[in-house]
């Protein structure tokens, strides 16, 4: 079915007049110029999708890319970096019937440009896609409209289901007014499941916690890599690794061939550092554990900060109760904690703590990479206890933007401001499935609309005091220990190994100072941690004294697993099951 007629059909029509005039390339639409008989005024969208995509009304929000380059399509170049990313719009639409049009003009929020009045006119590359919500009756008796996960780790731009246009070629014109009708032609496909190899396996369940609270199904994926010599030593039972962050689609870690000669770079690099990895961890070099990557995308971010959260979910349990104990059950875990590690980078150096923090009894050790904030006075670069605007330094007579983003050499990347109204272009109400939304999600407490309560106004930067304390006293991790020392401190004793460069891209090495300024403080009768900061080192960086970031990670695995062996080995009771040491 063919939603655009009548009207739009006289605007295509001129618009291929104005094509041929302009001597524009086949297949061009005009905006900013009006034919005989049309509507004069500010420029906007018209976009909407035919009966044949989705009979059914949809909720969701719409994201207009508007971009220079042709490749990659506009919807792959939004970008953190605000000099270096494409233009977008975003709208949420509640029930938009097939063939009506959701309008996008100079009102509808933009990033990094606020409004389609700025945009200079010109040449662009314009394409549309609809983040298709759904509708979750959760336990707790609120009623929200989300994004779920399709097995893609909440990628807006190509998650199954998601409906997206054709990128077409337009000049704009927001001077001279004009419409254009953007049809969403077209479905993103479903994902095929990932295979299983000798080394890799792949499985899910249905989280019983998860689906209680959610109120409709809903699943954790593991991805486990199993030591050499499993299937020769059917006897041997093994520790747990766990390697938390990001989405997983599978384990990346392997390369079973080493690099082609075509090759070259950065590309070459991580294919010589997999391929070590894969004859390092086949030939027993390597201790014998299983690797446990998890899969906890949800409907609002790739990941669920593997704890348990009023807005998210009970994950923590979910995946200390439910997951692992299946994964050390299939795969003849030996199932105590003293035989259970924690890793991760970023988000998952963030889980690796917390859930050692917060589950002390459970794990035997914590290695946290960059990790995201694990003090709110360092809240990437705002302190929510004290200052009173995320957004700007503010005095009597002036203020400075604060900084959100940094290259090591200090230069900025990008400000709080525009990277919290690049979130909003995405989603309202916190559902950007990106990273100030996420930290929202997990840590606030749930809004009287059933939303997470937004820590700051995201148009102004205030900073709500009461939402401030509410994350302090459940999920600021420093002072969490702090409150809770007396207990924490003993079980806690050599388990937190933390690293971080000095230079993190958004300035997350100042909470781990704040951490390391009560650890190992002299008044602390408790060593529980060690520390190390990457010299000029930006985010991601994983130890291994003076290296860049590319071979900090590289070598993680190799550099760090011994350690784990040894600690196990040293912590393990009296009689312990050591059939893996072989």
Partial sequence: MNCFTGRWRATYLWAAVALAATLFVPRQLVVGQNPAGASSGKPRFEISFPASLSSKPLDGHIMLGIAKDEKPEPRFQLREEEAESAQFFGLDVDGLAPCSAAVLDSATLGYPLVSLDALPAGDYYVQAVLNVYETFRRSDGHTVKLPPDMGEGQQWFEKPGNLISKAQRLHIDPASGGVVRIALSEKIPAISPSADTQYVKHFRIQSKLLTEFWGRPMYLGAIVVLPEGFDKHPNARYPLLIDQGHFPADFRGFRTEPPTPDMKDRARKRAESQYKLYQDWTSGRLPKMLLLQIQHANPYYDDSYAVNSANVGPYGDAILKELIPE????????GQPWARALIG?????????????????DFNGAWGFCPDPIDFRAYQIVNIYEDKNAFWAQGPFGRVPRPEMREPNGSLKAVMEPAVRREEVMGTHGRSTEQFGIWQAVFSPVGPDGYPKPIWDPKTGVIDPSVASYWKEHYDLNHIMQRDWSTLGPKLAGKLHITVGDMDTWYLNNAVHFAQDFLDSPKNPYKVATFEYGYRQPHCYEGGGNISVTESAATMF?????????????TAPKGADMSWDY
């Fill in 327 to 334: 994964v050390e059950k299939r795969f003849r875990g030996i």
């Fill in 345 to 361: 980078g970023s988000t998952g150096g963030w889980e690796a703590i917390a859930d050692q923090v917060f589950y002390p009894d």
């Fill in 558 to 570: 190799q550099r760090i697993m011994p350690q784990m062996a040894q600690h196990m080995k040293e």
